[in-house]
């Protein structure tokens, strides 16, 4: 079974500067910075829209910011 750091492992070089922050450091985004090693290229699994997420991202099972935030507003609508 595959855990964290063995998906971080296949893309993480061991170099710092290219080491895959975030894209929003601070933010509320969770999805990683784009780079040559990690290129914004993926579409979203959710909408289909193309380039909105890197191979890191795919990885840790996310989904563009778009979705994200609508699943977001979804949820907050449950709660009232």
């Known amino acids: 079974m595959r855990n964290f750091y063995d998906e971080y492992d296949l893309y993480y070089n061991g170099d710092e500067s290219d080491s895959f922050g975030f894209a929003d450091p601070g933010g509320k985004s969770t999805l990683r910075a784009a780079s040559k090693k990690n290129p914004r290229k993926l579409p979203c699994p959710t909408c289909n829209a193309p380039n909105r ?12 910011e778009s979705c994200a ?3 977001l507003a979804d949820a907050d609508m449950v709660k009232l």
Not at 53 to 64: H, I, V
């Open 69 to 71: 935030d609508a699943d």
């Open 53 to 64: 997420l890197t191979p890191a991202d795919r990885a840790n099972g996310y989904q563009c």
